[in-house]
Every structure is written in C-alpha cells, then in structure tokens.
C-alpha cells in the first residue's frame, strides 16, 4: 500500500481527492460486511441479556418508540457497541489491512485547527439544525437521547456517560467513517460516499419505525452523517468525526436535560 498524504489535496466538490483510500476493501464486500457487522452486533446484544444474566429478557433491546429505556438495556446497548467494535477492527486488518489506513486512525491534516473546526462546525449544526427541525419536523436532534435522561441522572450515570459519549462515538465513526467510507472511496467519489455513509448511519438509529414507516426517516441524524462525513473527507482522518460525535452526544442531552426540568 502506498501512503496516505499528509493533509487535503483539494476541495471537496472539485480537484483531487482530499486523501487516497488505502484499504483492500472494495465498496461491495465492505457494504456486506458493514450490514453483517450490525447484524451481529445486535443478536450478540439480544443474546447478551440471557447468557450473562443481565436482566431484562427479551424487552432488554431498546425500542426507539418507546419513550423510556429500562436501565438493563444500557448493558445491551453497551454489548452491541463492544461487538461492533471488535467486529470493524477484525475486519479492517483481513486481507492485510492496517487499522491506521482501513480507518483513518491518523492525525488529522491541519492539526489543532482541524479540531477546532470540528467543534465549531457541531455547535453550528446543533443550533441551525435544531430550529430547523423544532419548526419542520416532528423528529428533532434530541428524540434519540431523551430517553437516556433519567438513566444518565440516577445510579446507572458511568455507564450511561460510556455509553452515549464513548461507545456510540467510537462505535458509529469505526464502522461508517473508518471502514466502510473508505471502501466506497475505491470506487465513487466524496459526495456519494458521505451521503451513502449518512443514510446507513441514520437508518441504524431509527431500524424499527422506518421500517414500518418511510417518513419517520430521522434527518436530523442525516445531516450529522453528512457533516461528520464531510469532517472524514477534509482531515484525512475519523478521529475529528468522533470528537464531533461525542459533543453531539453531549450537546444533545445536556438540552435533553434542560428540556426536562
């Protein structure tokens, strides 16, 4: 594998690309792997409650209509992360990969500023996205989190804080940024692969209402998918995107929070 250059080459709609896919993954197989990694992350969380004993049964998986969550579905919430995780790093090094270029696990072209703008652009997305959405559409930035609330304020708070503001972030950036993204990159440029990668992203948190329901697609987390992917085109790097993730994750529920006191 060649190596990767160190900082953008251009801009996003025009010139050169902004870094060089170095994965032996192609977009087919890696969109196969991606589905199956969820799919397993999932019944390992279905299982999980009945193994270890848990707690919570066959009600331990969460239900997004729902609107509260019983404090056994953090540990499954917290197995489906672990899984998906575990799953992504073991697929990113078949087939000779390394994890440092399957998943952008690099410094981020432009140093501190990369940061910097990171968390600017999510402070933007947070406010214009959300009175966008508290005026347009019934499904809001913080209908994912709300239900998080009481956990991460009683007994269950360290795990709950894991959960939303590591796990997820880690999590989610991984398997969609890191080695999926760079796969669709062998093939198609920026734009599709960032609005292919936003779509799954946002499909995974609402899987059971879209399924039955085509307009509870939730757009808000398509629009963190698309900044987030944007982030992973400019840096060169997934590491931004999961500091944009974790202070989405915060951000929202500390409004959560204020929204319900």
Known sequence: MREAPTKPAGRLLRGPPAYEPLTPWRAGPALAASVAIVGLAFLAAWLAPRV???GGGATAMPNPVHP?????????VAIFQIVAVALTLLA????GGRLRDVLALRRAAGGWRAYAGAILAMVALQVVAGAVTYSLIEHD???DLRPFVGLVSGPYWPLAAAVLGIGAPLSEELL?????????????SAVPSILVTAVLFAYLHEPYRIFTDPRAFPLPILYLGIVLG????RTS??????VMHALNNALAFALSMKGMT
Do not use: D, K, N, Q
Not at 176 to 188: A, D, E, I, K
């Open 68 to 76: 509260e969550i019983p404090a056994s579905s953090l540990w499954v």
């Open 141 to 143: 930035m913080l209908a």
């Open 52 to 54: 270890l004993h848990l």
């Open 92 to 95: 990113s090094v078949a087939f």
């Open 230 to 233: 944007l982030a992973r085109e």
């Open 176 to 188: 969609f940024r890191g080695l999926l993204y760079s796969s669709l990159r062998t093939r198609w």
């Open 237 to 242: 790097s997934v590491v931004p995107g999961m």
